[in-house]
């Protein structure tokens, strides 16, 4: 398995990104894709979530408006589109596959986002 995160950056408060994970070594349409970050000094907290159908979604309360997650099974790659981002938005991004809630949970290497003026 191996997912690979990029998109990251360096943007201003207010300001955009799109993050894409590129998968492989799996069938990806049966996986549930989620986005995770981690601060500085703090866990590794859920932000998004997407299952295999592509037809539900979860969010975190502080990306909920802001943030949408969606992936293209054809080409393997989930994507989170972040708009009007926060100082707070700054993290490490990582990309996560699951099969099911109570299998192996595989990871990719992370991107950084910085949200700064």
């Known amino acids: 398995v191996q997912l690979v995160e990029s998109g990251g950056g360096l943007v201003q408060p207010g300001g955009s990104l799109r993050l894409s994970c590129i998968a492989s070594?799996?069938?990806?349409?049966?996986?549930?894709m989620s986005w995770y970050r981690q601060a500085p000094g703090k866990g590794r907290d859920l932000i998004a979530r997407?299952?295999?159908?592509?037809?539900?979604?979860v969010y975190a309360d502080s990306v909920k408006g802001r943030f949408t997650i969606s992936r293209d099974n054809a080409v393997n790659t989930v994507s989170l589109q972040m708009n009007s981002l926060k100082p707070e938005d700054t993290a490490v991004y990582y990309c996560?596959?699951?099969?099911?809630?109570?299998?192996?949970?595989?990871w990719g290497q992370g991107t950084q986002v910085t949200v700064s003026a």
């Open positions: 997407i299952f295999s159908t592509g037809g539900d979604t």
């Open positions: 070594g799996f069938t990806f349409s049966t996986y549930i």
């Open positions: 996560s596959a699951r099969h099911q809630p109570w299998t192996t949970q595989y």
